[in-house]
T-cell receptor, first 115, second 114 residues
Framework: QQQVKQSPQSLIVQKGGISIINCAYENTAFDYFPWYQQFPGKGPALLIAIRPDVSEKKEGRFTISFNKSAKQFSLHIMDSQPGDSATYFCAASRIRGGATNKLIFGTGTLLAVQP | EAGVAQSPRYKIIEKRQSVAFWCNPISGHATLYWYQQILGQGPKLLIQFQNNGVVDDSQLPKDRFSAERLKGVDSTLKIQPAKLEDSAVYLC????????????FGPGTRLTVL
């Protein structure tokens, strides 16, 4: 119940295209769903996050779509650029809950945007 | 503001040796996390500190791993003795009370156990 399943494992997109990464969770107590971006040799950095009271959140070229009933959420990168090439992780946690509010990460998606 | 600092950046040891990693969180961040990131996987939480107290160490292999955060600032993570399967990147992250859920990660220490 603590797992977050992420797909695809890797993704190649042409410059200007749309990158789509999907995640699914099991624990209905999760109420915070962030996406992290990680470049080689760097730690993950928060990209965008959503709570389940909204179905979509957009920040620039990055959009999270959230489907509470299906327990799924996805990251869409519009107009993908070579600089977006990185590993993307979805994650989930509870906002409240003390020791149980740790982030559970997906397995990651390696995105390559070809020029 | 300065980010989360970690050292060393790389470490190669033989199995059964011991190793220690150091983390200096962002100034004023009360919460500190240690994660293990095995190649091809997402980070897995090992231990979470709130100031100098342990909040969650349920996934820390306590027979070989230990961590401390004296004075509620810097933290060290130790492995003794190391096993081949400990080869991973060890990430430190910190969070303030005002940053909501956002954790700020350091660059990590890449450990190779031979």
């Amino acid at each position: 119940q603590q797992q977050v399943k992420q797909s695809p494992q890797s993704l190649i997109v042409q410059k200007g295209g749309i990158s789509i990464i999907n995640c699914a969770y099991e624990n209905t107590a999760f109420d915070y769903f962030p996406w992290y971006q990680q470049f080689p040799g760097k730690g993950p950095a928060l990209l965008i996050a959503i709570r389940p009271d909204v179905s979509e959140k957009k920040e620039g070229r990055f959009t999270i779509s959230f489907n509470k009933s299906a327990k799924q959420f996805s990251l869409h990168i519009m107009d993908s650029q070579p600089g977006d090439s990185a590993t993307y992780f979805c994650a989930a946690s509870r906002i409240r809950g003390g020791a149980t509010n740790k982030l559970i990460f997906g397995t990651g998606t390696l995105l390559a945007v070809q020029p | 503001e300065a980010g989360v600092a970690q050292s060393p950046r790389y470490k190669i040891i033989e199995k059964r040796q011991s190793v220690a990693f150091w983390c200096n969180p962002i100034s004023g961040h009360a919460t500190l996390y240690w994660y293990q990131q095995i190649l091809g996987q997402g980070p897995k939480l090992l231990i979470q500190f709130q100031n100098n107290g342990v909040v969650d160490d349920s996934q820390l292999p306590k027979d070989r791993f230990s961590a401390e955060r004296l004075k509620g600032v810097d933290s060290t993570l130790k492995i003794q003795p190391a096993k081949l399967e400990d080869s991973a990147v060890y990430l430190c992250a910190s969070k303030s009370r005002t940053s909501g859920k956002q954790q700020y990660f350091g660059p990590g220490t890449r450990l190779t156990v031979l």
